[in-house]
């Protein structure tokens, strides 16, 4: 890992610790979760937001009334709105992925779950998301959380990661050994 890459990891968990106690003394982990998903939303979808959290030409005074703003209007849970302040005060902002992805981590392991980054050709329906939930709980043990993406550039099946575990189903792999088989022979 890189040195800043492992700063800003370091200055994420911080946070994240912090919050998660707060959240979890309070016995508002579920808010909070829900809180996460629709942050970390409003961060893929708005580049303005991700402008906000990350261009040092803002002052600390307007990212702190700006996020201070956004994070009430969307009705986070009031510890998520000051650590958002606090983080803009002291030029944190930026580390806000890092945040969310070691607080959902956190309340992951509390919960007993773990998360399957899963990838596919074609947007899981409900019913195959639950049947590959159930499957991985079956292999890993844990409940699993299913984190899907498509990618249409897997022509067909599946890309899974659970932890350091990836099970790669997807044809374009499978072409792609075939290719190397195929060289290694001619």
Do not use: C, W
């Amino acid at each position: 890992m890189s040195e800043p890459a492992s700063i800003s990891s370091g200055i994420a968990e911080r946070y994240a610790t912090a919050v998660f106690e707060i959240a979890e003394e309070n016995k508002k982990l579920d808010e909070l979760e829900t809180n996460l998903d629709d942050l970390a939303a409003a961060l893929s979808d708005s580049a303005e937001l991700r402008d906000l959290i990350g261009n040092p030409l803002y002052s600390r005074e307007a990212q702190g009334a700006a996020i201070t703003a956004i994070a009430k209007k969307m009705k986070l849970r009031p510890v998520l709105v000051q650590t958002l302040g606090l983080m803009a005060s002291k030029r944190r902002l930026f580390v806000l992925p890092q945040l969310i992805a070691q607080l959902r981590a956190k309340i992951a392991e509390h919960k007993g779950e773990v998360t399957a980054d899963v990838t596919s050709a074609q947007a899981l329906t409900p019913a195959q998301a639950e049947a590959l939930a159930a499957q991985l709980k079956s292999s890993v043990g844990k409940e699993v959380k299913i984190n899907a993406t498509v990618d249409e550039s897997l022509i067909g099946g599946l890309v899974v990661k659970v932890g350091s575990k990836m099970i790669d189903t997807s044809i374009r792999s499978k072409l792609n050994s075939l290719q190397n088989a195929m060289k290694e022979v001619g």
